[in-house]
């Protein structure tokens, strides 16, 4: 069966697209893990795990038309399922599940441009993937290379960033000239916005995303007082 119908256009459309499926994919096996193992009978003919643009997933047999109306994925999850130990099985269908995802968003982005297929893939590079996610395995990200105003301690990694100090850099520096360039790639993990010299934002101690300090509610004086920052989502999966 086709994944549920969705003609995204823009950037935003179709990244909002990628975050709702990935969201469905996360959810079967994650949350709905046993549910899921259960729909992957060996027994049965070949299945695809299809995430939804309304966030629902689905165990289905494959689309019948060919060419299908969207890219298909990984064809019969389920044929490996008690041949493997459970989660390294997960794990695999987390990998298959995350090219999948990436083949549907470039397939609605076919008709962008070269710089709007680079801001499309960005946001979605901000997101751990379905096997991180899975595997637990934190993604491997380089901190943006800021100043934070010299309020971190000697040693220890500079978790927020304060826009202020940032605002009359030296001129002629080529070094704070190549620091803006990084900073201006960050995307906020939560909006997806990019960094902004003159915003509050706070890093992650454990999946290493930033954040605009409103979208996860952290002022720059409340940051002082946090030793350990765990963003919204870290937090929520470390209480399951």
Not at 79 to 103: K, P
């Amino acid at each position: 069966m086709s994944s549920a119908s969705s003609n995204p256009r823009t950037v935003e459309e179709i990244f909002k697209d990628f975050s709702a499926r990935r969201a469905a994919i996360v959810t079967a096996l994650t949350t709905d893990v046993d549910q899921f193992y259960g729909l992957c009978d060996p027994e049965k003919e070949n299945l695809c795990l299809y995430g939804h643009p309304n966030e629902t997933w689905e165990v289905s047999l494959p689309a019948e038309e060919v060419p299908p109306e969207l890219p298909e994925p990984a064809l019969g999850i389920n044929f490996a399922r008690d041949g493997m130990n459970r989660r390294d099985w997960l794990s695999l269908v987390a990998v298959h599940s995350d090219c999948w995802l990436l083949s549907v968003a470039f397939y609605f982005g076919a008709r962008l441009n070269r710089n709007e297929r680079k801001r499309l893939f960005s946001l979605i590079n901000e997101l751990p993937t379905v096997f991180e996610v899975v595997s637990e395995k934190k993604p491997m990200k380089d901190k943006p290379g800021v100043d934070s105003g010299g309020k971190s301690k000697s040693g220890s990694n500079k978790r927020t960033i304060d826009g202020q100090v940032k605002i009359n850099p030296k001129p002629g520096d080529d070094n704070d000239e190549d620091e803006d360039d990084e900073q201006g790639d960050t995307l906020c993990g939560s909006c997806g916005g990019n960094y902004s010299a003159d915003e509050f934002w706070i890093c992650c101690d454990s999946c290493e995303r930033w954040f605009h300090g409103k979208c996860v509610k952290i002022t720059p004086a409340k940051a002082e007082s946090i030793k350990q920052y765990k963003c919204p989502s870290c937090s929520m999966k470390r209480r399951q």
